[in-house]
């Protein structure tokens, strides 16, 4: 299963390690998007910065 995953809420002012894992995720801009599989690091990373996260299911 693969899940789309958007930033909605700005890195500005937030914790070194958050703006990390939206790097990782590869996000960094309000309203980039990427499409990721469903495995337990991901799902991890996005629980983590949740906050600033849309997440949406990708039907294939």
């Given at each position: 299963m693969k899940i789309k995953v958007t930033q909605i809420k700005s890195a500005n002012g937030r914790k070194e390690t958050h703006r990390r894992v939206l790097a990782s995720l590869g996000l960094g801009?309000?309203?980039?998007?990427r499409v990721h599989n469903d495995t337990p690091n991901i799902?991890?990373?996005?629980?983590?910065?949740?906050y600033l996260l849309k997440v949406e299911p990708v039907a294939e």
């Open positions: 801009r309000i309203g980039k998007n799902l991890g990373m996005i629980n983590k910065v949740s």
